[in-house]
């Protein structure tokens, strides 16, 4: 009898045990599954480097948490349309003043409504945005900031970043989830520098260059650290007059008031004229003063219209300068 009950108790407990393997195979069966599914779902949904699929939250220059959408389509990014169109991007709207938009970009944005320069915010919300991007401190200072980020997901890049395009080209493209994009851009551009810089020492070294921009009668010379002074002199490695650093030095904005007396000081062996005033026949051109250059009178004068890039800032309007630049100074 006492056998008989241990083999029953051992047949019991055989059967227990079996009970409990099968039911732990299968819940390893269960979790096995889902944990696969769930590692398909992060296989699918892991975004490449640098692009991004799903909302983030960066702060801003201001300190601002903002949080970007996943993959935004409506952007505004006033004045950074130059890096967007660099990026690939298409911003639902582009910058303007009274007397034109930049040019330069019209192949690509051509089809692109304009917003006015100083962003007012029925504009603004008239094109729905899901992502504005602000360049300067100015433009969000007081209560701007929080008007506009009623309307859309807004980040401030701020003066320090946005007045260097580098900088700019780069904090965008984190913004857009397009960091490696950037980069090759950023890359690109160093490399077509590089090769310029050699060409123009081979062709032009040491010889001196200023930009001068004519607009409504008045001269404006462009600061030897900024916009397209910086690729110039920096970038190109070409040498800035003695007269363009003394104006850039008391001067505060990219491009600084020059007066004709001034002008005629100017010891350069190439200019670069952006001429603004051709409706008015550019009688400034005609003065004496004017005439008395020395690359005026070499003939070493290279005239671009203001629908040219040598206004602006950022990869593509730099690029384009390069290009300018060796079909001139280098030829």
Same mark, same amino acid.
């Given at each position: 009898?006492?056998?008989?009950? =241990? ?41 490449? *480097? ?46 303007? !003043? *009274? ?27 008239? +094109? ?5 991007? #602000? ?17 859309? *997901? @807004? ?5 320090? #970043? ?9 904090? #965008? ?18 490399? =077509?520098?590089?090769?310029? =810089?050699?060409?123009?020492?081979? @062709?032009? &070294?040491?010889?001196? !260059? ?8 008045? +001269? ?11 690729? /110039? ?6 040498? *800035? ?6 104006? &850039?030095?008391?001067? @505060? ?9 001034? /002008? ?7 200019? #670069?004229? !952006?001429?603004?005033?051709?409706? @008015? ?22 005239? +671009? ?25 280098? =030829?």
């Amino acid at each position: 009898m006492f056998t008989r009950c =241990k083999k029953f108790v051992i047949i019991l407990l055989s059967l227990m045990v079996m009970s409990l393997w099968l039911a732990a195979c299968g819940a390893g069966k269960t979790n096995e599954g889902a944990g696969n599914s769930t590692g398909s779902s992060t296989a699918t949904e892991a975004p490449a *480097a640098g692009n991004e699929t799903s909302e983030r939250k960066l702060t801003d220059a201001i300190g601002n948490e903002v949080t970007i959408p996943a993959n935004p389509q409506r952007i505004i990014a006033t004045y950074l349309e130059d890096y967007l169109v660099a990026l690939g991007v298409k911003p639902v709207a582009q910058w303007s !003043v *009274a007397n034109g938009k930049q040019e330069y970009l019209q192949e690509q944005l051509g089809d692109i409504p304009t917003i006015a320069y100083d962003l007012p915010f029925e504009a603004v919300t008239s +094109f729905n945005p899901d992502l504005l991007i #602000i360049g300067s401190n100015s433009m969000v200072e007081g209560d701007k900031y929080s008007q506009y980020s009623k309307i859309a *997901a @807004t980040y401030t890049l701020g003066d320090e #970043i946005s007045g260097d395009w580098r900088k700019a080209l780069l904090k #965008i493209g984190e913004v857009l989830g397009k960091s490696d994009e950037a980069q090759k851009v950023l890359d690109a551009y160093e490399a =077509k520098a590089k090769e310029a =810089k050699a060409k123009l020492q081979a @062709t032009a &070294a040491g010889e001196s !260059v200023a930009a001068i921009w004519l607009v409504k009668k008045n +001269f404006y010379v462009v600061s030897d650290k900024l916009s397209s002074g910086a690729v /110039l002199y920096q970038d190109l490695g070409l040498e *800035a007059p003695a007269v363009v650093k003394e104006i &850039a030095a008391s001067g @505060t904005g990219n491009w600084n008031a020059i007066s004709l007396e001034k /002008l005629a000081e100017l010891d350069a062996d190439h200019l #670069i004229l !952006v001429n603004s005033d051709t409706d @008015t026949g550019s009688e400034a051109l005609k003065d004496p003063l004017w005439q008395s250059i020395p690359a005026v009178k070499n003939g070493n004068v290279y005239e +671009f219209p203001r629908t040219s890039s040598w206004l602006y800032y950022g990869p593509i309007a730099s690029a384009r300068m390069i290009d300018d630049v060796l079909e001139t100074i280098a =030829k």
